[in-house]
């Protein structure tokens, strides 16, 4: 099955500065790889996703790179802001109707 | 549009008794539901997989007689917690695949509390 690594676990950053979060996956199948902010208590929220079919994916201050060759992915952050503290965890699944196999989170603080 | 409303929200319970959580996709038909559970500071952990109309799927390691998982219609999924104890106190919550389209949907996370 699955298997999705996720570095590092903890990661502070000065507001304004950039944040960079990797993670790697084990099964060549997978094609969907999401992105998800999780507050205390409260469900994932989607933030990017990306698909196998791209290498690179921007939405705002978000951006999602994808090695397939290497079979890892990034989320990078720019501009950061104390609104961004959060945990953050990356998936893979080769969604077709099959689990999704989330990495082991990032806990992610912004200091202002 | 894919909304996935899960009941209740929190629960506390008293030691060996059961408590049963509800997922029910409100606006599409989820034939599919996956059941997380995530430990304090720790990441989300696929328990099991529930299929409409066939027994669930479980990953190693979850007991299937404590976990009860009902799937019985397109829009219903419960996760039944029978005999709980104190270690089973967790955040669950449950997710499915969007019908045609990338992604999944999660339900809002029950939060137990077994006393």
């Known amino acids: 099955g699955e298997n999705v690594e996720q570095h590092p676990s903890t990661l502070s950053v000065q507001e304004g500065d950039s944040a960079v979060i990797k993670c790697t996956y084990s099964?060549?199948?997978?094609?969907?790889f999401p992105w998800y902010k999780q507050e205390l208590g409260k469900r994932p929220q989607l933030i990017i996703d990306?698909?196998?079919?791209?290498g690179e994916k921007k939405d705002q201050r978000i951006a999602v790179t994808l090695n397939k060759t290497a079979k890892h992915f990034s989320l990078h952050i720019t501009e950061t802001q104390p609104e961004d503290s959060a945990v953050y965890f990356c998936?893979?699944?080769?969604?077709?109707?099959?689990?999704?196999?989330f990495g082991a989170g990032t806990r992610l603080t912004v200091k202002p | 549009g894919a909304v996935v409303s899960q009941h209740p929200s929190w629960v506390i319970c008293k030691s060996g008794t059961s408590v049963k959580i509800e997922c029910r996709s409100l606006?599409?038909?989820?034939?599919?539901m996956f059941w997380y559970r995530q430990f304090p500071k720790q990441s989300l952990m696929l328990m099991a997989t529930?299929?409409?109309?066939?027994?669930?799927?479980?990953e190693q390691g979850v007991e299937k007689d404590k976990f009860l998982i009902n799937h019985a219609s397109l829009t219903l999924s419960t996760l039944t917690v029978t005999s709980a104890h104190p270690e089973d106190s967790s955040f669950y919550i449950c997710?499915?695949?969007?019908?045609?389209?990338?992604?999944?949907?999660f339900g809002s996370g029950t939060r137990l509390t077994v006393v």
């Open positions: 997710s499915a695949p969007r019908t045609g389209a990338y992604g999944y949907t």
């Open positions: 099964d060549s199948a997978s094609n969907y």
């Open positions: 990306i698909r196998s079919n791209v």
């Open positions: 998936a893979a699944t080769n969604n077709n109707n099959n689990d999704m196999r």
């Open positions: 606006d599409f038909q989820a034939t599919t």
């Open positions: 529930s299929n409409e109309g066939s027994k669930a799927t479980y």
